[in-house]
């Protein structure tokens, strides 16, 4: 069965970085896109960003491009999230997900969510 496992999260003060990984495992995953989302507490999932396994094509939401980048290493089916200058307001679970959406930023067209990992941010 499909398993995204996330790892790498945690307690970071403000303005340090962190690398997100989600190991993906179960079935072949090039024709998929993979995806980056956040949910921080009371708010909606968020998009953070994608790429096409094949290809490596990526995509970000506006307001976090140039601070997150988006990757994967497909020998080792892992899809990484580089977070730096993080920010207070960047705490949330962060959440791994693969599928073959028409809109990357849509959560509905991922089929598949890795369990999550939280970051914390202190100020």
């Known amino acids: 069965q499909v398993q995204l496992v996330e790892s790498g999260g945690g307690l970071v003060q403000a303005g340090g970085s ?23 507490p009371g708010k909606e999932r968020e998009f953070v960003a994608a790429i096409r396994w094949s290809g490596g094509l990526t995509f970000y939401t506006d307001s976090l491009k140039g601070r997150f980048t988006i990757s994967r290493d497909s020998a080792k089916s892992t899809v990484y999230l580089q977070a730096n200058s993080l920010k207070p307001e960047d705490t949330a679970v962060y959440y791994c997900a693969a599928g073959t959406p028409i809109g990357t930023s849509n959560p509905l ?13 202190s100020s």
């Open 18 to 40: 962190l690398r997100l990984s989600c190991a993906a495992s179960g079935r072949t995953f090039s024709s998929y896109t993979m995806g980056w989302f956040r949910q921080a």
């Open 109 to 121: 067209g991922y089929n598949y969510w890795g369990q999550g990992t939280q970051v914390t941010v």
